[in-house]
């Protein structure tokens, strides 16, 4: 019983102390080799990096829902750039334009439906088709960025609003609006994954669809409900990324989804379905920001990040591996 | 004191007698460019930029590369304002999503210089200067190199010539094909711009077009390019139509494609633009400006006309 919670400490605040890792391995190696006067643990640097991890990590809480069900999305690049397009696009038309300033939410607006609607499609076809996911995702992010080119061919779409600017600006207690539309979707998720039936049936899912079905959980409008919830997370991301840069290249959040995946990976949660946690999402997303961040710090070269989350990936699904491994040959015993 | 309090004094203790009286005064730089993998102009223009900084002792740089992401160039924009970085020089992988993180950087006080290619006019006022190629005087210098070969052949007052421009929208497209079409007029009125179409700087988009072109007009004496991988790709549909001797190619940005089609005696013209003459012009501009100097906002590096004539005396260029 006491080893249980052990390993569960081990497993779940592996992230933790990853980060904790970092965190002291860049302040002290930034003393040697920042250019930099600044501490890197300055507070308002970390706060930075909240603000930072807030496109990819508001997409890799949706991605943890959808990876909880056993599914995958492979879509959320795309549908963060069309979200962004249709935000941008509609600040130009005619009767938006006479609004003024008053058609920001609706922009706003115009995003999240795009976003629930794209994701609304993967969900109906991976509901009615029983294709898996991967393949069905695989094809709407091919497809939905073909829609991203066709908006507008290979130009930027551009629309800056010094209001809106300002919002995704605005800060409180030194809080930078994408950071705490971050931060509030990690509260919100995390409270329907812990306390609410939806949250409990996820789990239950992902662990054993049959017995699931058993159980008279309808299967099919719970995978629905969730793709939409991850296609509004990826246009909510493309709100809080764009209101505050204004101009969406057409191939822009390419590679978001495996970043999500990453993150959400790094944070424990299972590719089979069945177990994760949000929380540990959001320490998978600080941690691939810190490693961007801290090695930038360092003077480090781009390139090398890449290797370095790379290599922790697999060390960390090797850890998760013998963990696991141990607990079956427990179970013998 | 703390422990890092005394670690970074003996640090600084440690380089102050290492670097002398240099290190006292020396200003940090940062740079965050476009793309550096993505083509050899832009990995020489990052081997150039350290080599020029490693050269002057009172520089120090801090080089990120935001591998063609917006989000993770304004991450990078905000982490140099963060590391309080005596100037910033930005290469933009967007000229417009910058801009907002450009005016923080303006707001820090902290000096913006913009590199290769300018940002969107929005963002002008929170940018000290923009350091690169004048692009209307390369498709000036175009026009001209187009006129003397005319001029040599005697065919200045007939010549009809067709335009391939690059991607539509584009800032440099725009001011190269405007650089040739004011300048052309100017010396070579009798020559005829017959048509213009886009090849979106692609090598077989151009050439769709020149093929086009080549079925449409029996006569054509000259084309002006864009950029030389487009020319490249006029001068493979005129070759499979066998009409490349009879017309004067002339190109911008000189591309090793293009370099060699001159040194077959294929290709006539183009204009020479170095990528490491761009890294040093940047960091130069970002020195000039923090050293209090009135820098002009547009301080554009020369870029010399280069053709079959002149060549001998450029290296092939590297991209």
């Known amino acids: 019983m ?14 933790w102390a990853f980060i904790v890792f970092q965190l002291v391995f860049f ?36 991605m943890t829902v959808v990876m909880i069900n056993g599914n995958i999305d492979l879509s959320v690049g795309a549908t963060y750039a069309l979200a962004g397009i249709v935000m941008l696009d509609s600040m130009n038309w005619p009767f938006m334009e006479a609004m003024g300033d008053a058609a920001i939410p609706l922009a706003w607006l115009f995003a999240l439906v795009t976003g629930c609607v794209l994701g609304l499609i993967n969900g109906v076809v991976v509901w009615k088709t029983g294709v898996d996911a991967f393949i069905v995702t695989l094809g709407a992010m091919l497809g939905y960025r073909g829609l ?4 507008n061919g290979e130009n930027p779409t551009y629309h800056l609003n010094w209001t809106m600017v ?7 207690l030194g809080l930078q609006t994408p950071a705490i539309v971050f931060l509030a979707v990690v509260l919100i998720v995390w409270l329907v994954m812990t306390r609410t039936v939806h949250g409990r049936n996820a789990y239950a899912i992902g662990d054993n669809r049959e017995a699931a079905v058993n159980a008279g959980i309808r299967v099919g409008p719970h995978f629905v409900l969730n793709f939409v919830l991850i296609g509004f997370l990826a246009a909510l991301s493309a709100v809080a990324f764009y209101s505050g840069s204004g101009s969406v290249n057409p191939n822009d959040g390419m590679l978001f989804e495996l970043w999500a995946i990453t993150a959400v990976v790094l944070g424990g949660t299972k590719l089979t379905g069945g177990r994760g946690s949000i929380i540990g999402t959001l320490g998978g997303v600080i941690a691939i920001q810190l490693l961007r961040k801290g090695l930038g710090h360092i003077g480090a070269d781009t390139e090398t990040v890449n290797l370095v989350i790379g290599t922790i990936l697999i060390a960390v699904l090797f850890l998760d591996r013998q963990l696991n491994r141990k607990g079956a040959e427990e179970l013998k015993v | 004191m703390t422990y890092s309090t005394k670690l970074s004094l003996a640090c600084t203790t440690a380089l102050i007698a290492l670097g002398g009286a240099a290190a006292a005064q020396s200003v940090t730089i940062g740079i965050t460019q476009n793309n550096v993998g993505v083509d050899s102009y832009q990995t020489t223009y990052e081997q150039a930029f350290i080599a020029a900084a490693e050269q002057n002792p009172d520089v120090e740089v801090v080089v990120l590369d935001a591998g063609g992401d917006v989000a993770r ?7 140099l ?4 970085v005596d100037a910033m020089i930005i290469w933009p992988t967007n000229g417009q999503a910058v801009i907002p993180a450009v005016r923080e950087a303006y707001q820090a006080g902290i000096p913006v210089i913009i590199t290769n290619s300018n940002i969107a006019e929005d963002g002008f006022e929170f940018v000290r200067s923009f350091s690169g190629p004048d692009n209307i005087t390369q498709g000036a210098r175009s026009a001209e190199i187009m006129c003397e070969r005319f001029t040599e052949m005697g065919i200045q007052d007939e010549a009809r010539i067709v335009q391939i421009t690059g991607q539509p929208g584009y800032t440099t497209a725009i001011e190269r094909a405007e650089g040739f079409e004011q300048r052309l007029p ?17 090598r077989e988009d151009s050439q769709r077009v020149m093929e086009a072109f080549l079925v449409q007009y029996d006569d054509i004496d000259g084309v002006y390019s864009g950029d030389d991988n487009m020319g490249v790709g006029a001068l493979n549909a005129a070759l499979a139509a066998g009409r490349a001797d009879e017309i004067v190619f002339v190109g911008a940005t000189n591309f090793a494609v293009g370099y060699d089609a001159m040194e077959r005696g294929e290709y006539w013209g183009s204009i020479y633009q170095s990528p490491v003459d761009d890294a040093e012009a940047a960091l130069q501009t970002a020195l000039d400006v923090l050293a209090g100097e009135d820098v002009p906002f547009f301080n554009y590096f ?9 060549m001998s005396e450029f290296d092939r260029p590297v991209f």
Not at chain 1, 148 to 151: L, S
Not at chain 1, 166 to 172: L, P, S, T
Not at chain 2, 186 to 202: D, I, K, M, R
């Open chain 1, 166 to 172: 300002d919002i995704a600006e605005a800060d409180i």
């Open chain 2, 73 to 79: 160039q304004i991450a990078q924009i905000q982490d």
């Open chain 1, 27 to 62: 302040e002290v190696a930034g003393q040697w080799w920042s250019l930099s006067d600044s501490a890197f643990m300055d507070a308002d640097n970390m706060l930075l990096l909240l603000k930072q991890s807030a496109p990819i990590g508001i997409i890799a809480i949706g």
């Open chain 2, 186 to 202: 100017e010396v070579c009125p009798n020559v005829t711009l017959v048509e213009s179409q886009p090849g979106n700087w692609n």
């Open chain 1, 148 to 151: 991203v080119f066709m908006y």
């Open chain 1, 2 to 15: 006491q080893n249980d919670t052990v390993k569960k400490l081990v497993k779940n605040g592996a992230i």
């Open chain 2, 81 to 84: 304002i963060q590391q309080e």
């Open chain 2, 302 to 310: 020369d870029t010399p006309k280069i053709t079959q004539d002149n």
